[in-house]
């Protein structure tokens, strides 16, 4: 029987300060056949240890489309978010998974896709940018409504260049504090609604950030005319074991680590409310 | 969930069809068969500590140490304070540790035999087994049930006031899941036999089991019926599970008083037989250390709050509430059973009296009880 529970050694290869606080990792399993072929999909999570400091679920925040690595964003945050920032490249750190399900990618293609953002929401979404980006021509128009406390708090910032660059792509950004030369908004991401029209014809969402903004986002999307289904949203929720087992990010009877976390909003209604889905 | 039954086979089948003899062992012969069953198995039976307290633990080994523990053993109809679970899903366990990024993992498998569990405690590890297996499967849980074997004592008089096993229909004896079941008698032990692996025992230690005179079958129906008679706790246990499997039955209201009262102390949620959340943490001194895990509870303020702060259930009511949901109707919608085995101990360990038959019957009494 495998041991679900045992992480597998894997070392740092390239560490990105994204902000103050957050920083993405590139990792590589120390097993070179085990690295090869070790297959995820976007928007599944791994769960990290730092031994001494505990365990973590983290979103994979690269695309399955690239092989043989995997990044995590991680902001600094609790015992386990810290003890990562304190190793550098060529420090070991040991993981399991993937686990939890993913982002729909074959049912999306051919739509207009909404991605929208709040701070550190990006990671997990960016699995999947990246790979609608290396299948580009398989989608219709794509844009980014992202939005974070301040410029400097905005990740993936050499990315969010690109991106723009990407034909038939916008991305939209808005800061909560604004500062000298931002160009852009200022307040919170639905506020870009009125910069950018959001139109639910032949289009998903797909949300991820704090519970509030995750919140507002749904229904400023509803107000636009979204169907509940094609509102699609990968929740946050405490968790230790990943695996359906220690109960935590259980709501209802459906366990975030392994129902989810991608639920879509038809999904998320159905969810005991009284239980806190955000 | 035939975890009980593996060799489940032709021979078993004929058992069902009344083929094997009801067997008979003397009261005063159960210590000698204990004795030589330590040899084979870490055997678990119930135990009076120094306290008074009645608790399942494992028998010594050594010889004189285990005539002390023998002549603990209890097996009248005595509360035994919380279920057995805590052998295959101890309240404190190691998962592997570590040094200088080794991993040594631990997990422990040695044979267990169980004497004298009570038929809810039974219900309460069958539906752990099925849990546990789930999803992914938990390797330390399913390890340590991989040879064990259990001996039920029906229980002639409830331990608990509280308890309510005839009308949640897990007791107050087995109806299957078991190797052996004890029926009491004044001197002796009628023994109904539950599987192969059973009768492979009783046939290893057939110098305590001897053959019933005509009848016994009868007897024990009778001791049964008087046995489920004697439980005077009731409540509309089915009545329960089809209200709470409509969408949002149960007033907020109702959960809203429940959660004034308690005071999340965690103790319904550790005594629980199906209780099986847990929280992971590192010991560590210098390179080396244990990837620990221990018992956690829904109730506790802790159990959801994120590291940002925020607390999707950070209302008192929203804890309070998820124990009955859980129990009574997520469970039952996930598996078709229940994860409340009516042993009662919820209640009878709370300090503030609130507990799961109270909850019951105020659902389907409509009347405050707590």
Redesign the interface.
């Known amino acids: ?7 597998y ?1 894997a070392v740092i290869e390239e560490v990105r300060k994204e902000t103050f606080d957050t920083t993405t990792f590139r990792v590589r399993f120390k097993d070179k056949a085990f690295a090869e072929n070790f297959q995820y999909k976007q928007g599944q999570f791994m769960e990290i ?1 730092v ?5 973590a679920p983290i979103s994979i925040t690269s695309s399955p489309s690239k092989k043989g690595f995997l990044e995590f964003t991680i902001r600094a ?2 015992k386990v ?1 810290k003890g990562i920032h304190n190793l550098k490249k060529g420090d ?1 750190l ?1 993981l399991r998974g993937p686990y939890g399900n993913s982002f729909p990618f074959e049912e999306i293609k051919g739509k207009n896709i909404y991605f929208i953002a709040g701070g550190i929401g990006l990671a997990p979404l960016r699995s999947l940018i990246n790979m609608v980006f290396d299948n580009r021509k398989d989608f219709k128009h794509i844009k980014l409504l992202y939005g974070a406390k301040t410029p400097e708090e905005l990740c993936f910032k050499d990315e969010l260049e690109a991106w723009k660059k990407v034909p038939d792509t916008e991305v939209w950004l808005t800061v909560d504090k604004s500062c000298d030369g931002w160009g852009c908004r200022v307040g919170v991401v639905t506020e870009l609604w009125k910069d950018t029209h959001v139109h639910p014809e032949n289009a998903v969402a797909i949300v991820c950030g ?2 509030i903004m995750i919140k507002f986002a749904v229904i400023e999307l509803q107000k636009s005319g979204f169907k509940d289904k094609d509102i699609i949203m990968t929740l ?3 968790m ?2 990943g ?6 990010c ?4 459906k ?1 975030v680590c ?1 129902d989810g976390p991608v639920f879509n909003y038809e999904q998320v209604e159905q969810l ?1 409310h ?5 | 969930m035939n975890l009980a039954l593996p060799n489940r086979g032709a021979g078993y089948r004929r058992e069902r069809k009344g083929w094997v003899k009801i067997k008979i062992i003397e009261k005063k012969d159960i210590k000698n068969l204990l004795k030589e069953a330590v040899k084979e198995w870490s055997v678990y039976a119930p135990q009076k500590n120094l306290g008074g307290d009645v608790w399942f633990d494992a028998l010594p080994k050594q010889a004189a140490e285990l005539d002390r523990a023998l002549d603990n053993i209890v097996l009248e109809d005595t509360d035994t304070l919380i279920s057995s679970k805590d052998i295959f899903f101890p309240q404190l366990e190691s ?2 540790e ?1 040094n200088d ?1 080794k ?1 040594h ?1 631990t ?1 422990e498998s040695s044979p267990k035999l169980l004497f004298g569990i009570r038929p809810c405690d039974l219900k309460g590890l069958l539906f752990s087994d099925d849990f ?1 297996k ?7 849980y ?2 340590r049930i991989e040879n064990r074997f259990i001996v039920v004592k029906g229980c002639i008089k409830p331990p608990r006031s509280a308890c309510f096993c005839a009308s949640a229909k897990t007791g107050p004896f087995a109806d299957k899941g078991y190797d052996l079941q004890l029926v009491e008698t004044p001197d002796s032990y009628l023994i109904e036999t539950g599987s192969r692996k059973g009768e492979d025992f009783i046939k290893k230690y057939k110098k305590f089991f001897k053959d019933c005179p005509a009848g016994a079958d009868k007897t024990i129906s009778q001791i049964k019926k008087i046995a489920c008679e004697s439980i005077e706790l009731k409540v509309d246990f089915q009545k329960v599970l089809e209200m709470m499997s409509k ?2 039955f149960v007033p ?1 209201e109702n ?1 809203k008083r429940i959660g004034e009262r308690c005071i999340y102390c965690g103790g319904c949620l550790y005594v629980c037989p199906t209780c ?7 010991n ?1 001194k210098d390179k080396a ?1 244990e ?1 620990m ?1 221990n018992w ?1 509870a ?1 109730v506790f303020e802790g ?6 702060g ?5 209302e008192k009511w ?1 804890r309070a ?2 124990r009955y ?2 129990k009574l ?3 039952y ?2 598996t078709g059973m229940s994860g409340c085995v009516g042993c009662g101990r919820c209640l009878s360990s709370c300090p503030v009296d609130i507990g799961m038959s109270k909850f019951i019957q105020e659902i389907t009494e409509k009347r405050k009880t707590m």
Do not use: W
């Open positions: 029987m495998k041991n679900e529970y045992i992480p050694p240890s031994f001494g400091a505990g365990e945050a609790g978010t070991s040991y704090p519970p946050e929720r405490y230790k074991c695996i359906g087992k220690c109960g935590h259980n709501i209802g009877e366990f392994v005991p009284k239980e806190g889905v955000f | 998962c592997f570590f990024g991993i993992e997990v546990y789930r999803n992914f499967e938990d390797k330390y399913l390890s969408d949002d907020e959960y099986t959340c847990f929280n992971v943490f590192d560590f250390g990837r895990r956690d829904c159990y959801t709050r994120e590291t940002s925020h607390n999707p259930r950070k929203q509430s998820r949901e859980h109707k997520y469970d919608k996930l």
